[in-house]
């Protein structure tokens, strides 16, 4: 038999962002756990491969969602429950990367495929040739590969490429989160888009077909 | 078709623009244009790649630090509003304090200022009103205009004794703080007196002086032990 709560989380899983954001703010604030499951790791995602670091992305996510509970108040159901969201994730990196002088983290493997310089194309993946696609890279790799070209990608076309690459948004949505024009989310988008080219393109040349 | 136009093309067919005439273009394009060919293969492999690539996911722990993160949160949120609230009220009580102080300062500039806490004179103010004094009331009786003696900067140093007032005008040094040897020494008094009148106190004819300075006199005789009373000339 189900308990009251229980069939009040199974009630609240039937139900939208937006409305299960009305009942934290009318006092049910159990309702938060639907959301931080439904975004969680949408959320990490982008985070992820935004900051290149798992447990920084890890540590913005939890706090992300800390602030939207604390200020569920100064939500209004007339924005996206996850375009709200990932604005506040969005400025919680921005704010952390204008505080950091340091460069972001680059990984290790990062090293091996491009090289230190900005100008560096040469890949060093050792040869892999006798092997298949998938035993020559595997998926954390990849992953690895993916977030480092990612990084390299420049900071202010990077929120724009990710949230439409990784987490599919609409120009609409994306534009809502970052604060920019329609056309500025559209050209920054294939901006990175570019650069993600150039900096997969050895990678792709070394006859690893996905 | 230009390769700009070609490129900006590809990245809206990414986005799911569909316009047949356009495809038919583009593809046109591309396979003229060994350039464009190898952006749009670039392109299209490399961002299906990033789709490919695996997606993380946080377990079950998260949901319990993102509770015990709220939690923590709000405590202190509570905290800090508590503390806020006591600094307010903290705030208004220094405020209240110096703003006391401050009129209590005000209050004692205005006192010293009017002569009543004059530290020079030995006078004290009291009221025949509020006190059954008995007293030589008739010493200086103060014309309308006239400067007052209840103002006991205006007493002169060397007359030390109490000013008194009767609430109706008239005020008077009361004996047993008279001038010593004023009694013992008429001259002596009549300095006392002429000092106050020099200082035009009570506007007074010669006559009108000389007559009160008697009065004076004889007042304060007649409170000495075995002395009975002169009665006053008219």
């Known amino acids: ?210 | 078709m230009k390769c700009r136009r070609a490129q900006q093309l590809l990245f809206d067919f990414f986005d799911g623009l569909s316009n047949e005439t356009l495809r038919a273009e583009l593809d046109r394009h591309i396979g003229e244009c060994r350039e464009c060919e190898r952006f749009a293969s670039e392109m299209s492999r490399s961002l299906s790649l990033l789709r490919r690539a695996p997606s993380a996911s946080l377990d079950e722990n998260f949901n319990w630090r993102v509770r015990l993160a709220i939690h923590r949160e709000r405590t202190a949120l509570r905290t800090r509003d508590t503390g806020s609230w006591v600094r307010a009220w903290n705030l208004r009580y220094a405020a209240g304090a110096g703003v006391a102080f401050a009129l209590v300062l005000v209050a004692g500039v205005a006192l010293q200022q009017s002569g009543m806490l004059d530290p020079g004179s030995s006078a004290t103010v009291t009221s025949t009103a509020a006190r059954d004094v008995p007293a030589v009331r008739e010493v200086a009786t103060r014309p309308s205009g006239a400067a007052s003696l209840a103002q006991p900067s205006l007493v002169p140093r060397g007359a030390s004794g109490t000013l008194v007032s009767d609430g109706g005008g008239s005020h008077s040094l009361v004996e047993g703080h008279a001038p010593l040897g004023a009694i013992d020494d008429p001259a002596r008094t009549e300095a006392v007196m002429d000092s106050i009148f020099e200082r035009q106190l009570v506007p007074l004819t010669p006559e009108q002086r000389a007559q009160l300075i008697e009065r004076y006199i004889q007042r304060l005789q007649s409170r000495l032990p075995g002395q009975q009373p002169v009665p006053s000339q008219p």
């Not at chain 1, 040869?127 to 998926?139: G, K, L, T, V």
């Not at chain 1, 439409?164 to 990175?192: F, H, P």
Request: aromatic share 10%; with cysteine; net charge neutral.
């Open chain 1, 1 to 210: 038999m189900l308990t009251d709560t229980s069939r009040d989380r199974a009630r609240w899983k039937d139900l939208t962002d937006e409305e299960l954001m009305l009942k934290v703010q009318g006092g049910e604030t159990d309702c938060y756990d639907v959301l931080v499951e439904r975004y969680k790791n949408r959320l990490f995602n982008y985070l992820l491969r935004l900051t290149g670091n798992r447990d920084e992305a890890e540590e913005f996510a939890q706090e992300a969602l800390v602030k939207a509970y604390i200020h569920a108040e100064k939500y209004k159901t007339i924005a996206k429950f996850s375009t709200w969201l990932y604005t506040i994730a969005t400025n919680l990196v921005r704010n952390r990367v204008r505080s950091r002088s340091r460069a972001p983290q680059i990984f290790s493997l990062w090293t091996r495929v491009f090289g230190d310089g900005d100008d560096e194309r040469v890949v060093d993946i050792p040869d892999d040739s006798q092997r298949s696609p998938e035993e020559a890279i595997n998926d954390n790799e990849l992953s690895e590969i993916i977030s480092a070209a990612i990084q390299k990608i420049p900071e202010k076309y990077r929120t724009s490429f990710v949230l439409r690459e990784v987490n599919e948004m609409s120009y609409e949505e994306i534009a809502a989160v970052t604060g920019l024009k329609l056309g500025t989310v559209r050209s920054r988008i294939n901006r990175a888009r570019n650069h993600f080219r150039q900096l997969i393109a050895p990678v792709l040349e070394k006859g690893i077909d996905f």
